[in-house]
């Protein structure tokens, strides 16, 4: 059964970082490809960052040059640094991923960049 848990979310000012966690079971993380997803209330879901099995790593527009995603093999572990937060950068983020037939999620971890 593949479990994914987020953790690390919270309440930082403008220009603060924070580093989000998603803990997985039931899979081996480097032989999947992962990602990191962020939603507001009343928004559709949208893709943070991608890191494929192969290494290679993908951003959307917002996340280059103030997000990292990375791979811990030895926790099992994704991790999403995120530094520079914008107020426009609160959501709830989730790890995520995919086989051809089926989507699985965390239960999100919620992040507030406010003042």
């Known amino acids: 059964q593949v479990q994914l848990v987020e953790s690390g979310g919270g309440l930082v000012p403008p220009g603060g970082s924070l580093r989000l966690s998603c803990a997985a079971s039931?899979?081996?993380?480097?032989?999947?490809?992962m990602g990191w997803y962020r939603q507001v209330a009343g928004k559709e879901r949208e893709e943070v960052a991608r890191?494929?099995?192969?290494?290679?790593?993908a951003y959307a527009d917002f996340a280059k040059g103030r997000f990292t995603i990375s791979r811990d093999n030895a926790e099992n572990t994704v991790h999403l640094q995120m530094d520079n937060l914008k107020p426009e950068d609160t959501a709830v983020y989730f790890c995520?991923?995919?086989?051809?037939?089926?989507?699985?999620w965390g239960q999100g971890t919620q992040v507030t960049v406010s003042s």
């Open positions: 995520g991923t995919q086989t051809s037939t089926q989507n699985y």
């Open positions: 039931g899979i081996i993380v480097r032989h999947w490809d």
């Open positions: 890191l494929w099995m192969s290494g290679v790593r």
